[in-house]
């Protein structure tokens, strides 16, 4: 499975982003989709995953009634939609696979080591 991700750039706070990852390959075994960040500093941490079916979505706390993961089954692709961006929310994003989960219906992880594809990342940048 290959992963590219994209839609990253330099917004002001307030404003929306939306990122896509693109999947090919072994498609059909992306059980679980996630998105990741991390910023200056710091480690990678959770952000979002939806499951293959979309019955399933987790988010980190710091992004619930922002964010929304989201995955087209027929373009093979996932995508977060960020709103009311905020400073802290500056971090390079990147997309992951879990291909080893073996249902489609799983609820999704949350721990890196969960997902074994990763993206290559897409910069955020959020200006106060």
């Known amino acids: 499975v290959q992963l590219q991700a994209s839609g990253g750039g330099l917004v002001q706070a307030g404003d929306s982003l939306r990122l896509s990852c693109a999947a090919s390959g072994r498609t059909s075994s992306t059980y679980v989709m996630g998105w990741f960040r991390q910023a200056p500093g710091k480690e990678r941490e959770f952000v979002a995953a939806?499951?293959?079916?979309?019955?399933?979505?987790r988010y980190a706390d710091s992004v619930k009634g922002r964010f929304t993961i989201s995955r087209d089954r027929a373009k093979n692709t996932v995508y977060l939609q960020m709103n009311s961006l905020e400073p802290e929310d500056t971090a390079v994003y990147y997309c992951?696979?879990?291909?080893?989960?073996?249902?489609?219906?799983?609820?999704?992880?949350?721990?890196?080591?969960?997902?074994?594809?990763w993206g290559q990342g897409t910069l955020v940048t959020v200006s106060s």
């Open positions: 992951a696979a879990d291909t080893r989960s073996s249902s489609r219906f799983v609820v999704p992880r949350t721990g890196p080591l969960e997902y074994n594809y």
């Open positions: 939806i499951n293959w079916s979309g019955s399933s979505t």
